[in-house]
């Protein structure tokens, strides 16, 4: 029995997780499967104010801990699968402006979705069109984000490592955050 429950276990850990974000002039949302996570559709603003926080938080401390967390960081996104659909209106009240946003768009946008496809796993498709008649541009696009549950394990152990040295004190190459300033004897 405890064998059968370790398979399992096993097994979860290496199928995709499917994630999309979805976006469109009337709806924003994030879904896990078929499920809706977040919902982040356009509602009725409130006049109550919300008072902020101050919080003072000293930037030297982090320095150190910015080359492994990038490292990290980038670990997680080089195994992630993004696909990326996209349609994408330009148009404007002059025509001009509107040539110029179209091929400015259609320079940009391969040379950006080519280095990310060479770099990392993305697969994108969509259309860049004008519409000279219309004076309002219009943007959609759907993000699938896949990735296996055994990444995400070893990304958060790997972050909680970091911030376990943040919190000892210690420097992420093994040394003791309560040695002299001229000790040499020990490597």
């Known amino acids: 029995m405890i064998y059968v429950i370790l398979l399992i276990f096993i097994l979860i850990l290496f199928i995709p997780i499917n994630i999309s974000i979805i976006y469109d002039e009337k709806r924003f949302y994030i879904k896990i499967y078929n499920f809706k996570v977040i919902n982040l559709t356009k ?17 030297r401390l ?12 980038n670990y997680l996104i080089k195994r992630i699968k993004l696909r990326l659909r996209y349609n994408i209106k330009v148009s404007s009240s002059d025509a001009f402006y509107t040539a110029m946003i179209f091929g400015v768009l259609n320079s940009v946008l391969p040379v950006l979705f080519t280095y990310l496809s060479i770099n990392y796993k993305f697969n994108h498709n969509g259309s860049i069109y004008c519409d000279f008649n219309s004076t309002k541009p219009k943007l959609e696009f759907t993000i699938f984000i896949s990735l296996n549950l055994m990444i995400i394990i070893i990304f958060l152990i790997k972050s909680f490592l970091i911030l376990i040295k943040i919190y000892k004190g210690g ?5 003791a955050s309560n040695r ?4 040499n ?3």
């Open 43 to 59: 509602k009725k603003k409130t006049n109550r104010v919300k008072q902020k926080t101050k919080i003072k938080f000293d930037y």
């Open 62 to 73: 982090i320095f150190p801990y910015i080359k492994p967390t990038v490292k990290n960081i």
């Open 180 to 183: 002299r300033i001229n000790e």
């Open 171 to 175: 420097v992420l190459y093994g040394r």
């Open 185 to 187: 004897y020990n490597g």
